[in-house]
């Protein structure tokens, strides 16, 4: 039986066209691209509409295993299933960090026969606006020190207060905590500090919820940086560093366009984690793509109680977007691990085990319900699973009045998504989903963070470390307790405890500490003991990847 190709290979051999080719399917003049070679070019932010006449397909997951389910490779396949039956739809996606590239997953733009392409150039530096990102972000940070060093023009900045820290696109847990300074006065004041990855960045996330360039000054602005000794807070703008940060992010505000294996347009512009951010792609993004197609298909990160939370709760109620259905992809392999089915164990089948672990998924459905969505469910399938096991989750699924529908797009590409895609069609055309938010940003930050905690996590209640106490007052003070707030949690579970697998009850989660995003407008609570800068597995991905004297890539999976 011959072994079926990496997605490398796939995406290699693929009959890729020139980015003004795809342009021209969604009425994109010639004259608007910026080319980055022939198959990427940059959009101008002026392809908005004001009334967007596209409909918003949301697509989350239930809780993943460590090794992803397929959630981009589905929003793929979806878009090309969409296109397949006749219909005008566009991906609007993020882009990948290099973070899971080297780390974990390996490549992060789809898989099999439902991928964006070019692969290598979207995974690595793309168009540069990580790069951007990162730059503009230790820009301030330079500003920072130098504002503490230079006591001639100095804010009087309290070391000891600064939040800001600096940003790099790498797994390196070795840069969490440091010690800056060092080797006299000439080097500057010496104090603690840290790294935060860049999908964890602020200017991330300012980029990712800006309108234009005059929101992202404005937002930009109103980053916090710390205190004067005397207890005054402290912003960007006060540095003056919002002018020189904004020049650097001038072209990578604008969105970039690709395209699918099968010559469908992409989007892809930003690039949050939503295990330690709001974990969406750019509003300018999502409304180009609205104002261009019929039907725009965009993702959250992780599962929904992280991904999707935060696109409602802060990228729609942010930009008053809403999406028109949503989609939560599950694969039997999580469901049997859901089921404390042994890892070993996860490619026999076992519908007793689907079945006990389909109350994870049943959570999230739940939960999608609340605010107002009546989900579609996609099982994205794979060569081990069985029609017993199929026919356990749509019996469930049924139960909870969803459908679920199996996709085959990653063997199959857009004819194996025709089926779903259909699915929500019907779906949208019913007119039954009315987005609602679970909470008002007037109420308490302990409300909100309640309210997520107990509604979508199925918590208990909430504890608070000493600091985590001390810091709310502060929250109110600074003006930002009538924020949103962006959960930092593990994605592998609902609760802040990855062990606790399925659809955990009787447990409390912990916030340790906040930290305040005040451009991008929301609040962070730290759960548990996810950090802002992941590290390294023990064999990452970077050990399989190379690339041959011809410029060939391998290892990117």
């Excluded at 965009?298 to 028109?324: M, N, Q, R, W, Y």
């Excluded at 959960?487 to 500490?513: A, Q």
Aim: proline residues 5%; neutral net charge.
């Amino acid at each position: 039986m011959p072994t079926f190709p990496s997605d490398i290979e796939i995406a290699q051999k693929a009959d890729i066209k020139h980015i003004k080719t795809i342009a021209a399917k969604i009425q994109i003049s010639e004259d608007d691209l910026e080319y980055y070679g022939k198959y990427k070019a940059k959009l101008p932010p002026n392809l908005q509409s004001t009334e967007p006449k596209g409909k918003l397909i949301l697509v989350t997951a239930l809780s993943p295993t460590k090794y992803g389910e397929g959630k981009t490779t589905m929003t793929i396949g979806l878009v090309d299933g969409l296109n397949y039956n006749g219909k005008n739809a566009i991906a609007v996606l993020r882009e990948p960090s290099l973070g899971p590239v080297f780390g974990v997953k390996g490549g992060a733009a789809g898989g099999g026969y439902a991928q964006v392409i070019p692969m290598e150039d979207i995974n690595l530096h793309f168009t540069g606006d990580f790069s951007a990102i990162e730059k503009a972000n230790n820009l301030l940070s330079a500003m920072i020190d130098n504002n503490i060093q230079n006591k001639q023009f100095s804010l009087n900045i309290d070391p000891r207060t600064v939040a800001w820290k600096r940003v790099m696109d790498m797994n390196d847990r070795a840069l969490r905590q440091i010690i800056i300074g060092i080797g006299g006065k000439a080097n500057g004041i010496m104090r603690e500090d840290g790294f935060n990855i860049t999908p964890a960045s602020e200017v991330m996330a300012i980029l990712c919820l800006s309108n234009d360039m005059a929101d992202l000054k404005r937002r930009l602005g109103n980053i916090y940086v710390g205190q004067t000794f005397d207890g005054k807070p402290v912003f960007a703008r006060d540095i003056k560093a919002v002018g020189a940060m904004a020049v650097l992010l001038k072209d990578a505000l604008k969105p970039n366009l690709v395209q699918t294996l099968e010559g469908n347009p992409a989007i892809l512009h930003g690039g949050p984690f939503a295990s330690i951010a709001q974990g969406t792609n750019t509003v300018i993004a999502t409304r180009t793509g609205l104002s261009l197609g019929d039907y725009v298909v965009t993702e959250a990160g992780f599962g929904a109680d992280l991904g999707a939370e935060k696109f409602l709760h802060i990228k729609c109620v942010s930009s008053g977007l809403k999406p028109d259905v949503v989609v939560v992809v599950a694969t039997v392999r999580a469901l049997k691990h859901h089921g404390g089915v042994h890892k070993d164990e996860l490619t026999l089948s076992n519908p007793e085990g689907v079945r006990k672990g389909c109350c994870n998924l049943e959570k999230h459905i739940e939960n999608i319900q609340k605010f107002g969505l009546n989900p579609v469910v996609t099982i994205n399938a794979f060569p081990t699973d069985t029609d017993d096991e199929y026919k356990v989750i749509k019996e469930i699924c049924s139960a909870k009045g969803v459908s679920a529908i199996v996709s085959t797009a990653f063997a199959h590409g857009g004819k194996g998504s025709a089926e779903l895609a259909a699915a929500v069609v019907e779906s949208i055309d019913k007119n039954e989903n009315h987005f609602k938010p679970l909470y008002n940003l007037s109420d308490s930050m302990e409300h909100k963070i309640k309210t997520i905690a107990t509604e979508i996590y199925g918590a208990d209640g909430v504890e608070y470390s000493s600091k985590a106490k001390s810091q709310i007052s502060q929250i109110t003070k600074l003006g930002f307790n009538e924020f949103p707030v962006c959960m930092v949690k593990t994605p592998l579970s609902f609760s802040d405890d990855e062990k606790k697998i399925g659809r955990p009850t009787g447990f409390k989660v912990t916030v340790r500490e906040f930290e305040y995003a005040g451009g991008a407008g929301f609040v962070i609570p730290l759960l548990g003991d996810v950090m802002r800068m992941p590290g390294l597995p023990a064999v990452p991905s970077a050990e399989h990847i190379d690339i041959d004297e011809d410029g060939k890539v391998t290892g990117l999976f």
